[in-house]
């Protein structure tokens, strides 16, 4: 049983603090780079053109663009996004 101890107490004892969470990108004001997606410059996505698996081309943008949409419809987020056409 003192050997566990010894053992949480070297684990705890050499622990280095973790921190999760945050921007990964700062601007040179110290705010969080974000991305400029009004709807003069919306978010690119472009599709490649061909099969995904058992999913043909088609079936892969429709779920592509149903998928996106869903980030477009959170209260407070601007997400705007065009799918380019293969």
């Known amino acids: 049983m003192s050997k566990r101890f010894v053992f949480i107490g ?18 040179s004001d110290g705010t969080a780079a974000t991305w400029d997606t009004s709807d003069s ?29 869903e980030w477009s419809g959170i209260s407070g987020s601007i997400f705007l996004f065009r799918c380019r056409p293969v």
């Open 10 to 27: 070297l684990i705890v004892g050499f622990a280095t603090p973790v921190f999760a969470g945050g921007p990964l990108v700062m601007n």
């Open 41 to 69: 410059n919306p978010i690119e996505l472009d599709p490649e053109a061909g099969v995904c698996g058992s999913f043909t081309n088609a079936q892969m943008v429709t779920l592509l663009t149903t998928n996106v949409e």
